[in-house]
Every structure is written in C-alpha cells, then in structure tokens.
C-alpha cells in the first residue's frame, strides 16, 4: 500500500468514528442522560433543531469517511 492509501484510511476511519460520536452525543442530549441540557444551558424546546442539527453532520461525517475508507 501506499502512503495515500493509509492515510485516506486513517483520515476516513477518524471522520467516521466522529460522525458516530457526534451521533451518540445528540441522542444523549435529546434525552438529557447526564444532564447535558442543563450544562450546556439549552432550553427543553431548543433541543430539537440541535438534535437535527447533530444528526446530519453526524450522518454526513459518516458517508464522507467511509467514501474516504473504501476508495480503490
């Protein structure tokens, strides 16, 4: 393999574990698990853009680092 080749894994690994990240943060603030709602000051009315908000780039984030981790 290449260098390009390892790094485009490498950086489409990252992106991908990010994306599922930011995922799992969005689920657990819509239902302030650890009481991130309250930490991070957001109304209970206001956490739905945010969710929405995190659920795309998260999903973005996603697609873009597999393309970048299964690109031949």
Do not use: C, D, H, P
């Amino acid at each position: 393999m290449n260098v390009k080749r390892i790094l485009s894994k490498i950086v489409g690994l990252t992106q991908t574990a990010i994306g599922g990240l930011v995922m799992i943060f969005a689920f657990l603030s819509f239902y302030n698990v650890f009481g991130i709602q309250e930490m991070l000051g957001v109304s209970a009315e206001g956490i739905g853009l945010y969710l929405w908000a995190f659920i795309i780039f998260g999903l973005l984030s996603i697609i873009s680092g597999l393309f970048l981790f299964y690109e031949q």
